[in-house]
């Protein structure tokens, strides 16, 4: 085998394996007062989330609760300490305090994972190029 195909099946084995997260999360238990603290921090960031997308049929948003159901749909309308979600398929309205919310996130997927996507793609299909290129 020449080097420059080992090199290209090195870059293309180890590529996509640099990529890979390399830290684990953190299991240490908070006390309960520090816990209030990000509650009340974590609220006011998902109404400022909220309040970012707006409301109408166009403010389509997944929203992640903290018994780990996940609801889909428009926001309908904004309070001061919750807001309102429809579905758009049955248009049940659903209220959900701030303090319900583990997360808020438009639908799709997130532009990162898109963009690496592509790029393992695009690094693959260079390798196999550059591997299958006729040897002078």
Excluded: N
Excluded at 5 to 13: E, P, Q, R
Excluded at 50 to 64: D, Q
Excluded at 94 to 101: L, N, P, R
């Amino acid at each position: 085998m020449e080097l420059r195909s080992i090199a290209c099946w090195c870059l293309i084995v180890l590529f996509p394996a640099s990529l890979w997260p390399q830290s684990g999360g953190s299991f240490i238990e908070e006390p309960a007062q520090e816990k209030k603290l990000h509650a009340g921090e974590q609220s006011s960031r998902v109404k400022t989330q909220i309040e970012k997308h707006g409301t109408g049929e166009r403010a389509k948003v997944k929203v992640a609760l903290r018994d780990k159901r996940e609801l889909k749909g428009y926001i309908s309308r904004i309070d001061t300490d919750s807001f309102q979600l429809t579905d758009e398929k049955s248009g049940q309205a659903t209220m959900i305090s701030y303090q319900e919310v583990e997360g808020v996130h438009k639908p799709g997927m997130p532009v990162v994972t898109k963009v690496v996507i592509t790029a393992v793609t695009v690094g693959v299909l260079l390798g196999v190029m550059a591997a299958t290129l006729p040897k002078d």
